[in-house]
């Protein structure tokens, strides 16, 4: 029994220290977000950057600034081009430019309040490079797959296609 209630508690000990060790190394991202004066519309503080985002037409907003799911396919195609570019530099690759089109496809039924789930299904990303080999291409691809924290949240939730392009300067 004794052996038991030690190696429990080594465990719990490893565990704590564990993930104390990993939460230490973990960044808070916080924004901010609430109802405007205007019905379907919010504004959203991000280290004092402010947004206004609308509700997409299915929730009757005024769609006339940016949406939710507009600002996540944002998300994940900046993210995709601004990874690329810092990986560039550290490789000195010759990168020109890096320009990302992003499509998520949904059944938008489920916002409107019917028994679909309204999550994104798919995610397609054409990715533009300039300057870059296609080897050099593929590295940065691979860079984006691992580095990118929006990609790798999405790609849990949703499968991610990524089409490559390689431009002329």
Do not use: W
Request: proline letters at 6%.
């Amino acid at each position: 029994m004794k052996q038991l209630i030690f190696y429990s508690t080594f465990l719990i000990g490893l565990f704590a220290f564990s993930t104390q060790a990993f939460s230490q190394d973990l960044v808070t991202i916080k924004i901010d977000a609430e109802l405007s004066e205007s019905y379907g519309r919010s504004i959203v503080n991000a280290r004092n950057h402010y947004l206004i985002i609308d509700s997409p037409p299915p929730l009757s907003g005024p769609n006339e600034e940016i949406n939710p799911i507009e600002i996540l396919l944002s998300a994940l195609g900046s993210c995709g081009v601004l990874v690329s570019e810092r990986v560039a530099q550290e490789l000195d690759f010759p990168l020109k430019g890096a320009s990302a089109t992003v499509e998520g496809k949904l059944d938008p039924r489920g916002v409107k309040g019917e028994d679909v789930n309204p999550r994104i299904q798919e995610f397609n990303i054409n990715l533009a490079l300039t300057g870059v080999s296609q080897e050099e291409a593929n590295k940065l691809v691979d860079a984006i797959k691992k580095r990118c924290p929006v990609y790798t949240t999405l790609e849990r939730s949703a499968p991610i296609n990524l089409e490559l392009e390689l431009k002329n300067e």
